[in-house]
């Protein structure tokens, strides 16, 4: 399922999103950091993607040519579930 990062409202996309493709529901930019697959925090630049360039504004369109729409769950809900399981293993 692909949810937008902000209000996590399911998006109805089949194909790549553009720099100006916008959430139907709260209006934020979709081809963005927090919502790519290879966006993870705990990495450098807070990206999987070697190649790809640094950005700044993670929650902020982009023109990254890695850019995957995630079809798990939104960035804000990756972080809760990130730390949620880091708490459990440290219990």
Known sequence: MKLCFS???KLE????????DT??????????C???????ETA?????EPMAERVLEKE????CDYFQLNDTESGKD???TD????????K
């Open 13 to 20: 996309i089949d194909s790549k999103p553009g720099r100006a």
């Open 34 to 40: 927090l919502n790519c697959a290879f966006y993870d």
């Open 78 to 80: 990756r972080k809760k």
């Open 60 to 63: 902020r369109a982009n023109y």
């Open 7 to 9: 209000c996590n409202h």
């Open 23 to 32: 959430c139907p529901a709260c209006g934020a930019d979709i081809k963005v």
């Open 44 to 48: 450098y630049n807070s990206c999987k």
């Open 83 to 90: 730390i949620k399981k880091l708490e459990e293993l440290f």
